[in-house]
């Protein structure tokens, strides 16, 4: 019999991606979160997120016969349905800050993964799952346990998501080795990591975090839209939808904002862009741009999300009324938008670094002699790094700070010495969006995958302990 | 690489009056401006048109010469003269002709120099040093805000391109737009 | 979720979408049972290709399958010498062609994304319409004296699926019902004791009032049933279970409910091992919930610790840190 293929689930913050290896795009792509039936009894949601956790509904005595017994265990949404379903169910995101926090609903969560979704017997299957960088031990050994105790799975591989990350930038033509050393800027909707690895091995202490993200570009450019008066005629429940879509079609980063701004009034028709809307509760929320402008297809970047893909269906299929329609221009947030990662200071207070910095800091907080392959290999993933031209202009930051510093050294040294120069490459490729998921689904279908995760008998043989030790995948590749 | 500067900061040549610079405009309006000998050059006050939109979504500036000063200001200015074409409640923008004319107005009107109560940034700014300097300043800056006015009020009010039969602009120039532009006014709110 | 589904949800997710928008596609993934899926674009982007490898396939050529899938998607299936290699059921989908309103492509949708369904209902039917024939023929016993009759002459064939690896269903059809006995194996111990607990409930639930009209079910561990133990090379350790569902005529009456009745129950290994995870979640969430409980009584029961103030010679005192 031919093997069944692996199961590779990329468990995120925002959104679950999951499918079969050897796919290019996770078959399912929805939101973490799982919706359920709370009954009176059994606590308050409330309860279970202040740390205690709520109890389980407890099954009535066991007189004789199963229609006293409790289903509600089984009553249960996840994904798209959990959030269709959230007026009479409560909604429970099992995962925060990368992190498993409430293994009851992860558990279930996965239960639903796998049964209803994938529909794969998971004794058939070997199962490849992510985990973010610095997952504590503990949260890997409670993974193990589940998928080996409650799901018989014929084996498993805990993959951090830097790592795969990498791997996925082996597609891009630009890649000339196979390397396992890069740093990894993921930025999601919630927020944006700059990840040094080294030889498959993320250099923990130098990881930085930056509190800009997907959401925030979102926020930024609806803030714009209101600054200018644009919002007056969307309808207020539709403003982040609206604002989710011009940052997804029409945005992409520029190389110098003041130039931009004078591209712009010297040819305002080639620039701004018109977006039209329908109003969502009585009519289906039109995202096609309907421009006087020549929009290329370049510019409509972002294919639309499946979920969203899915909820528009939903609302087409029930047109009840005339829709109302709206328009509004595209301005300056089309570059705006992406540039808050390069200049902070235009979104937020707190915050001030812009991306290329933090890059270049993570890079020379790394071991010295990682640091050249680290410029060598910065790679992007995750759907905020989609922007078009966001790789180009981040090199260009990036290497403009690394010839500053080689000529300011070259210089106290009193040019004396001369530096061959570091070689900076930013990374961009078509998998990009889902860039994890399909790192995960191009090292589960090697054969070398059977022989690096950790399976059945070895599990009965040592236990959940078993996954603390770390097999690197790849670096023999 | 946050904020723009002024291209004028390493001009050494340049007068100053406290520590801002005194830049040569263009312009065909009286006073004691230097006048720039190049007018294809674009002067200080299309330095900070050009600039405005930028950097007016910063939130820090960094100043790194004289000239900056001056641009600062006449940035500062810009934003005033937003907030006078805002439509209020009641009151609509103006037309163009309007606004021309209530712009000149405020840019002769009485303002606060350098040093004195009521100046926005009079830590950053050292005071004329002496009674003449101010006078001076304060006439070179009524000049440049009147020019300044001017130009932002061409600006505000673009001519609309005429559309041609199939609708795609003909490059001829209709008549001005009777509101404020509504790319500029967005950024009135900044700062 | 208790009931699982029958259709595939990723054939129903990228058909919808490629039904809107055609684009390249080439998706490798699995159903219950073995089940291969390939769906593809082969030579343009309007052309659809979604190819099935069903382990038991053998098996279901034997009772109408290819012939039953021919009369479900007529126009779609391709012929044998067509069919992908390494799959044995190959559907053109031509998104050229595809019907005119969205409520019947919606329908096609569905009706493709059943194809494991579909295929697999072969034998059901079959055995259903040999228990009609067999009904036909029946004559009532007329007296004790012709109960000597061979009993097998009014048994029909008995059908063997090996749906999986180790495990078959068997279906025979008889005169007034017909029987459909799985065979399952739970590979590990724990699986075992609540597969066991999990069907005994099954078959104690039938006799609940609301219920009765329900299959009868019967479960028995480690002996094979009566009806299949001539069969050579049964399975008798001490993990495998076998469970008896015996259908009347009432549960495939008219074709909806017959199908119906074979969507569930051809699901029904699955829905069982879906099960006993389940209750293996809902066990663990249980004793998580009782060691948060515990955690805080050992809190509870912590001495406090004495703050005594510790004083030098000098009548200074320290700060503890």
């Given amino acids: 019999m031919s093997r069944q293929p692996p199961l590779v689930i990329d468990n995120g913050t925002g959104y679950t991606k999951m499918g079969f290896a050897g796919n290019s795009e996770p078959s399912f792509v929805f939101p973490t979160v799982i919706a359920t039936h709370q009954s009176a009894s059994s606590g308050s949601a409330s309860a279970a997120s202040s740390g205690g956790r709520a109890p389980p509904p407890v099954a009535g005595k066991p007189s004789h016969l199963a229609s006293k017994r409790g289903i509600e265990d089984l009553d249960f949404f996840i994904g798209d349905e959990a959030v269709a379903n959230s007026k009479t169910y409560s909604l429970h995101y099992p995962i925060r800050h990368g992190q498993i926090e409430n293994w009851d609903h992860m558990e279930r969560f996965w239960e639903q993964s796998i049964f209803k979704y994938l529909r794969a017997e998971p004794e058939d299957h070997y199962v490849l799952l992510t985990e973010p960088p610095l997952n504590p031990p503990e949260n890997r050994e409670n993974t193990a346990e589940i998928m080996f105790e409650s799901f018989n799975v014929q084996g498993l591989y805990i993959a951090v998501q830097a790592v795969l990350a990498l791997a996925a930038s082996w597609t891009s033509s630009k890649v000339a080795e196979r390397t396992l050393t890069g740093v990894v800027i993921d930025s999601g909707d919630g927020v944006t990591h700059t990840i040094p690895v080294a030889e498959g091995y993320v250099i923990g202490s130098s990881i930085k975090h930056i509190p800009i993200a997907g959401r925030d570009i979102t926020y930024f450019v609806q803030q714009l839209l209101r600054d200018r008066g644009e919002t007056a005629a969307i309808p207020p429940e539709d403003q982040l939808r609206v604002a989710e879509k011009i940052k997804e079609d029409y945005t992409y980063v520029c190389q110098d904002i003041v130039k931009e701004f004078k591209k712009y009034d010297a040819d305002p028709y080639k620039y701004f862009a018109r977006f039209s809307g329908e109003h969502s509760v009585t009519g289906r929320v039109s995202g096609v741009p309907s421009s006087s402008t020549d929009l290329t297809p370049s510019h409509l970047l972002f294919a639309h999300r499946r979920a969203q893909n899915k909820f528009e269906r939903f609302l087409a299929n029930r047109i009840i009324s005339v829709p109302q329609k709206y328009d509004l221009d595209v301005g300056y947030e089309r570059f705006l938008a992406p540039e808050i990662f390069f200049n902070p200071e235009i979104y937020s207070s707190d915050f001030l670094t812009p991306l290329p910095e933090v890059v270049d800091t993570v890079i020379q907080t790394s071991p010295i002699d990682v640091r050249r392959g680290l410029y060598k290999n910065i790679v992007l993933s995750g759907g905020s790094t989609m922007f078009k031209d966001f790789g180009k202009r981040l090199q260009r930051d990036v290497k403009a700070i690394v010839d500053g510093r080689i000529a300011g050294s070259e210089e106290r040294s009193g040019s004396l010495m001369k530096s061959s120069g570091v070689e900076v490459n930013v990374i961009s490729h078509k998998r990009q969006r889902y860039a994890v998921w399909y790192g995960g689904s191009l090292m589960a279908s090697t054969p070398e995958f059977y022989n690096v995760s950790h399976s059945r008998v070895d599990y009965e043989e040592y236990g959940p302990s078993l996954v603390r030790r770390f097999s690197v995948f790849g670096s023999a590749v | ?191 | 979720m208790i009931l699982l589904e029958s259709h595939s949800v990723i054939i129903h997710d990228v058909l919808t979408d490629r039904f809107e928008k055609p684009s390249r596609a080439d998706i490798q993934f699995v159903d219950y049972d073995n089940v291969r899926f390939h769906l593809s674009t082969p030579q343009s982007k309007a052309q659809v290709l979604l190819s099935m490898g069903i382990q038991c396939w053998p098996d279901l050529v034997k009772f109408g399958a290819r012939e039953h899938l021919q009369q479900q998607y007529a126009g779609l299936l391709l012929g044998e010498a067509e069919t992908e290699p390494e799959y044995n059921v190959s559907l053109l989908i031509d998104l050229e062609k595809l019907p005119a309103t969205p409520e019947e492509q919606t329908e096609l949708i569905n009706q493709i994304s059943l194809l494991k369904a579909t295929a697999m209902s072969a034998p059901f039917l079959s055995a259903f319409a040999e228990q009609a024939t067999l009904q036909a023929n029946y004559k009532e016993p007329a007296g004790a004296q012709q109960m000597d009759l061979q009993p097998s002459e009014h048994k029909g064939e008995l059908k063997v699926v090996r749906y999986r690896e180790e495990e078959a269903i068997y279906i025979q059809a008889s005169h007034d019902h017909v029987t459909i006995i799985f065979s399952t194996v739970f590979k590990e111990e724990t699986d075992r004791v609540y597969g066991r607990v999990f069907l005994q409930e099954f078959v104690d639930a039938r006799q609940l009032q609301s219920l009765q009209s329900a299959p009868q079910v019967t479960y028995s561990n480690r002996e094979p049933p009566l009806e299949i133990r001539h069969i050579p090379g049964l399975k008798t350790g001490e993990d495998w279970g076998y469970v008896t569902f015996i259908l009347f005529p009432r549960h495939f009456a008219n074709p909806t409910k017959a199908l119906s009745t074979i969507n569930r129950i051809q699901l029904f290994r699955d829905y069982l091992h879906y099960h006993i995870k389940c209750s293996k979640a809902y066990m663990h969430s249980r004793m998580r919930y009782r060691v948060a409980e515990f955690l805080k009584i050992l809190n509870r029961a912590k001495p406090e610790v004495a703050h005594a103030e510790r004083k030098t010679a000098s009548g200074r005192t320290f700060r503890t840190r």
């Fill in chain 2, 1 to 191: 690489m946050p904020a723009y500067h002024s291209a004028f900061n390493g001009d050494p040549s340049v007068r100053q009056v406290g520590n801002t610079a005194v830049l040569p405009i263009n312009t065909k309006i009286r006073g004691p401006a230097p006048i720039a000998g190049d007018p294809s050059i674009p002067d200080i006050i299309e330095e900070s048109l050009d600039l405005f939109r930028a950097n007016c979504l910063f939130r820090n500036f960094e100043i790194k010469g004289p000239a900056d000063r001056l641009l600062i200001y006449l940035i500062l200015f810009i934003s005033d003269c937003l907030t006078k074409l805002a439509p209020t409640p009641g009151k609509p923008s103006p037309g163009y002709q309007e606004a021309t004319k209530l712009l000149s107005t405020l840019a002769v009107d009485t303002f606060a120099l350098p040093g004195d109560a009521g100046f926005p940034l009079n830590s950053l700014y050292h005071p004329p040093a002496s009674r003449q300097d101010a006078d001076y300043f304060r006439s070179y800056l009524t000049q440049t805000r009147s020019e300044l006015a001017l130009r932002l009020c061409d600006r505000l009010y673009p001519a609309e391109q005429t559309l041609g039969p199939d609708g795609q602009p003909t490059g001829q120039l209709g008549p001005r737009a009777t509101k404020p532009s509504k790319w500029w006014m967005a950024f009135q709110k900044r700062r």
